[in-house]
């Protein structure tokens, strides 16, 4: 049975992160313009999850710990791609 609930927070997730994605492939001239719209689509997504979490009831401290360090960790590896550090 599909629930109407999870499928509208996982398409809010592909939303923010497709515009994130053609925002970056707009300022593909641009390496900080591809950081920073990239960077944005990381917080997008820990403040999803993070959301997603509290929504559902399931929300902790190790939940939150985890979608930082996911993310800081592709945040550094969008850093290395682009050339910023």
Do not use: C, N
């Amino acid at each position: 049975m599909l629930d109407w609930k999870h499928l509208t927070h996982f398409l809010y997730l592909a939303l923010g992160l497709l515009v994130s994605l053609l925002s970056a492939y707009y300022l593909r001239f641009s390496p900080s313009g591809q950081f920073f719209s990239l960077a944005f689509g990381v917080v997008y997504y820990i403040l999803w999850g993070v959301t997603h979490h509290y929504f559902e009831g399931r929300l902790s401290s190790s939940i939150i710990l985890e979608y930082i360090l996911i993310g800081s960790f592709i945040i550094l590896m969008f850093a290395l791609m682009v050339g910023i550090v």
